[in-house]
């Protein structure tokens, strides 16, 4: 059973222990398979775009977007938030807007060690508190050929995914080698944010269905 997405514009959510603001399938899969109860919200709010700025504080800046709004509005709650980017040559990538620009951003990719940078925030706010944190994950591309690349992109859908790829998704096919937090590429840190939770909000895994 899945919870039902609510907007941060609707009423204030009746309050629930944990609450997940992304819109996410991939964070919310994260989740329910490390056993977490939680609701998801999906925050209205414009992520800031700045490639001037360190992945971290990019990363970390829109997760306390995300997740500052949803906690305003219910106070009692913890509240996580979360941004995933991807970067080339310290160069942040976004979603292509096209196939053609995602075959023209995995091409510049192919061969070559790019990081993922997911900024994670944590809010309860009453009282009010706020915990952040971030986790890289160096990713090396196969050496693909145009037809081989080509063959690739039919197999997934690279316009909704930061990057033009999938870890999950037939990752075996364009990645080589991930060092570091795979579940990070995915989306979420899931170890490190269970360590978070648990050591500053004492929220462990509950096997159970996370909307009960």
């Known amino acids: 059973m899945y919870c039902i997405p609510l907007k941060s514009g609707d009423l204030c959510l009746m309050q629930r222990q944990l609450l997940l603001a992304s819109g996410s399938p991939r ?3 994260l989740m329910k398979q490390a056993g977490f109860r939680f609701h998801v919200v999906i925050p209205d709010v414009e992520e800031t775009n700045d490639p001037s700025l360190p992945a971290a504080h990019l990363t970390e800046g829109n997760a306390i977007l995300k997740a500052d709004i949803i906690s305003k509005a ?14 080339l040559d310290s160069e942040p990538l976004g979603k292509p807007e096209n196939l053609s620009a995602a075959k023209a951003m995995l091409t510049r990719m192919l061969g070559k060690t790019h990081q993922v940078c997911t ?32 063959a690739y992109l039919m197999l997934i859908n ?5 990057g033009g790829y999938a870890a999950q998704e037939h990752g075996e096919k ?4 991930i060092n570091g937090s795979y579940t990070n590429v995915v989306g979420l840190p899931m170890d490190e944010l269970a360590i978070h939770l648990s050591d500053k909000f004492d929220i462990r895994p509950k096997m159970q269905d996370h909307c009960a």
Request: aromatic fraction near 6%; charge should be negative; charged fraction near 20%.
């Open 27 to 29: 964070r919310h899969e």
């Open 158 to 162: 690279p316009l909704d995914k930061a």
């Open 174 to 177: 364009i990645i080589a080698s």
């Open 74 to 87: 219910n106070p009692d709650a913890v509240v996580i938030g979360a941004d995933t980017l991807v970067f």
């Open 119 to 150: 900024g994670v925030a944590i809010l309860k706010g009453n009282p009010v508190t706020r915990h952040t944190f971030h986790v890289i994950t160096e990713v090396t591309f196969k050496h693909l050929d145009p037809e081989e690349l080509s």
